[in-house]
């Protein structure tokens, strides 16, 4: 009989290396055959376990957990997305079917486009699959870094110019310069806060608690704010909108240019999409804070939600 652990050997050469069956069998001095009955026996043997992961969430799980999420947040829409075992495709999943969902449920007439910033909205920005452009949405972004590095997920720059050119739409190069120089007079705050206030729809992902990645943020805050920030019991943000898991809000500010909590609170239409076990509870203090209209995330971390509060 063949040993869990060259049963393990194979399983990791096909299933993980992607060597071909052939290639195996090669090298193992058997038949293509023979490593077919190894990794049956490794399947049977409890070594390798297959997961089918269905494309899409039934209307039963939809209705239930969108009548759950508004028993418990109030919240008015939730987009669900399949959830499957990797962490990577599920992000990659909930970038498509957000981006499906925001192009379709949009119209392609003068919109204006409030864009947040971090990893999530990064990837948004580099979906090129749009059917249909959309080109006469604009976009501006909401927050404005300290400082920028290079290939940052922090880049409105980048982020508004990559929307720009995979969903369609237009930027306002001086627009864009006026966020540069946002702090520098009473009178380029008050035209950005203008425009703040004409938002048709606002995009943005759920940050998870500062603590917990401070020097991918180090460029957000003075040294001062920053440990301001770290010594709260804060559990994510929301454009640099902080909260706790109650959804008590704490918005740095003279730190940086973001979308007054004012403005926000009046939008009409905000989307935030988030997905992960490391999210819940920043999605449970997000929905919280009452400023959520529509949730995007996975049924999984849809499922974690409500077990962390059962």
């Known amino acids: 009989m063949i040993s869990h652990e060259k049963l393990f050997e194979v399983a990791v050469s096909y299933y993980v290396k992607k060597k071909l069956q052939r290639e195996i069998a090669e090298e193992l001095g058997v038949s293509h055959v023979q490593v077919s009955k190894y990794l049956k026996q490794a399947e049977e043997r409890g070594i390798v376990s297959v997961t089918i992961n269905p494309p899409h969430v039934s209307q039963g799980d939809q209705r239930w957990y969108q009548v759950m999420f508004k028993e418990m947040f109030g919240l008015e829409n939730l987009i669900l997305t399949p959830g499957v075992s990797n962490t990577d ?19 392609n ?8 910033w971090g990893k999530t909205i990064f990837d948004m920005a580099h979906v090129n699959s749009i059917p249909v452009k959309k080109n006469f949405w604009n976009y501006y972004p909401v927050c404005v870094p300290r400082q920028i590095r290079e290939q940052d997920f922090y880049d409105y720059r980048q982020i508004t110019s990559s929307f720009v050119k995979n969903w369609g739409g237009t930027i306002d190069p001086s627009v864009i310069e006026f966020f ?3 702090t520098s007079s009473e009178e380029l705050a008050r035209q950005i806060e203008k425009i703040w206030a004409s938002l048709d729809i606002m995009i943005f992902g759920i940050g998870i608690s500062f603590t917990r990645l401070p020097t991918s943020r180090e460029q957000l805050f003075s040294d001062s704010v920053a440990t301001e920030v770290g010594n709260k019991d804060l559990v994510g943000d929301m454009v640099n909108h902080y909260f706790d898991i109650e959804g008590n809000i704490f918005s740095p500010r003279n730190e940086i240019s973001q979308i007054p909590l004012e403005i926000f609170k009046k939008l009409p239409n905000t989307i935030a999409i988030a997905t992960g076990l490391r999210k819940v509870v920043s999605i449970i203090g997000a929905l919280r804070t009452g400023l959520v209209g529509t949730l995007i995330t996975d049924i999984e971390t849809a499922k974690h939600v409500v077990e962390y509060l059962k």
């Not at 992000?91 to 119209?107: Q, S, V």
């Not at 007439?109 to 947040?116: D, P, Y």
């Open 89 to 107: 495709k599920t992000h990659n999943i909930l970038i498509e079917y957000a981006a499906k969902y925001i192009t379709d449920h949009y119209p």
């Open 109 to 116: 007439t003068q919109l204006n486009i409030g864009l947040g």
């Open 180 to 182: 540069r120089l946002y």
